[in-house]
C-alpha cells in the first residue's frame, strides 16, 4: 500500500493486526459480557434460537451456559482473525501447540491423489492455514469482501500463505478441478447455504438448501478428504484436529457425501458445542423457514418442530 491517505478501516485493521493476540481476546471477552449481560444484541437472539434447533434435548441451564460461552468464543475467533492475518506466517505456525492427527494428512497426501480438506465454520479456523501451506499447495475459493481496505487487508495475508485464490464461480471451480488431480489440496468450508439453488439435505433434520460441491470434488477426482478444525487451548494458544472422514463419502450420489458431511459437522457440533460459530442464519434454507429468525422463538420453534416431524414421517415411508 502507498503512503497515500489511508481509510479509517484500513488503520483500524492494521492496529488490531498488530496487537498481540491476549490482547485482541481480551477485547472480545469485554464485548461479550456486555452482550450476556445486556441482552442487546440481534445476533444473541439467532445464536439462542439456533442452539434451540439443534441442541433440543439440553435442559434450560445447559443451553444458557453453552450460549454465553458461544458468544464469548466466537467473538474471540474473529478477533483472533485480525491477530492472525496481521502476523508473519511463522508466529502463526508457533501458536500451534499441538496438531492432532497430523498422520492423517501426511498419509492422504503421499497418495497423490489430491485432498479436500473440510473446514467448518468452527473454532478459530483461520490459524490452520499457515501450517497447511507448509504441507502442500492450496487452491481456494475466495469471495472478494465488498469494503476494499478489508479485501486488501486478508489478500495481503492469504498471499504470505501462498495460497492460491480463485473466484467463486465455474470458472474457479474448474481450477479446483485441476489442481486436485494433480495431486493438490482445497479447503472448503461447507455449512453455509449456497447463493443460488442448493440440494434440499437434511441438516438436524431440517431440510436446508445446501451445496454439494465438496462431495462432487471428492467423488470425480477420487481426492482424499480429512476434517480440519482448530480451538484455543489453556495455554493461550490453538490445538489443531485432523479427523477422517467416514469412508462412505467415497461412495453414492454427491447428495449421499453431502448428508455425510452434515453428519460429521453435526457430530463435532454435539462433541463442543461451545467452539461452534451459531450466528449464521442457516436455516433460512428451506422454503418454509424465510421468516424464522423475525418469529418470536416459541412460534419459530414450533414451525421448526413441524418441519422436522414432517422430514421424520418421510423418511420412514417405505420406498417403492
Not at 96 to 125: C, M, N, Q, S
Not at 166 to 174: A, F, I, L, N, Y
Not at 261 to 285: D, G, N, V
Amino acid at each position: 500500500m502507498t503512503e497515500k491517505q489511508k481509510s479509517s478501516t484500513t488503520r483500524l485493521l492494521h492496529f488490531f493486526g498488530r496487537q498481540p493476540i491476549l490482547f485482541s481476546r481480551f477485547y472480545a471477552r469485554l464485548l461479550a459480557g456486555i452482550v450476556n449481560i445486556l441482552h442487546v444484541s440481534k445476533t444473541e437472539k439467532t445464536i439462542r434460537l439456533n442452539i434451540k434447533i439443534c441442541l433440543p434435548h439440553l435442559n434450560k441451564a445447559e443451553r444458557e451456559r453453552i450460549t454465553r460461552a458461544a458468544i464469548r468464543n466466537e467473538l474471540q475467533s474473529y478477533m483472533e482473525f485480525f491477530s492472525i492475518w496481521g502476523s508473519p506466517t511463522e508466529k502463526n505456525i508457533s501458536r500451534l501447540r499441538k496438531i492432532h492427527g497430523e498422520h492423517y494428512l501426511h498419509e492422504a497426501l503421499a497418495e497423490g491423489k489430491g485432498l479436500v480438506l473440510i473446514v467448518p465454520h468452527f473454532g478459530t479456523w483461520e490459524i490452520m492455514n499457515s501450517w497447511i501451506a507448509q504441507q502442500t499447495q492450496m487452491t481456494i475459493m475466495y469471495k472478494p469482501i465488498k469494503n476494499p481496505d478489508a479485501d486488501e487487508f486478508v489478500r495481503e495475508a492469504r498471499s504470505r500463505d501462498q495460497a492460491h485464490l480463485v473466484p467463486t464461480d465455474e470458472s474457479g471451480v474448474r481450477q479446483i478441478f485441476k489442481a486436485l488431480k494433480q495431486g493438490g489440496t482445497t479447503v472448503i468450508l461447507p455449512d453455509h447455504t449456497p447463493n443460488v439453488g442448493g440440494e434440499m439435505i437434511g441438516y438436524f433434520g431440517v431440510p436446508l438448501a445446501s451445496s454439494n460441491l465438496s462431495a462432487k470434488l471428492i467423488q470425480k477426482t477420487k481426492a482424499r478428504s480429512l476434517l480440519l478444525y482448530a480451538i484455543r487451548n489453556e495455554s493461550d494458544d490453538f490445538d489443531m484436529f485432523i479427523e477422517p472422514m467416514d469412508e462412505q463419502i467415497y461412495q453414492g450420489s454427491a447428495n449421499d457425501g453431502t448428508r455425510v458431511i452434515h453428519q460429521t459437522i453435526e457430530h463435532l457440533i454435539t462433541r463442543f458445542p461451545e467452539h461452534y460459530h451459531w450466528s449464521y442464519k442457516r436455516f433460512k434454507a428451506n422454503p418454509e423457514l424465510g421468516d424464522l429468525y423475525t418469529l418470536p422463538n416459541e412460534q419459530a420453534i414450533a414451525k421448526i418442530n413441524a418441519i422436522k416431524a414432517e422430514n421424520h414421517s418421510l423418511a420412514d415411508e417405505p420406498q417403492l
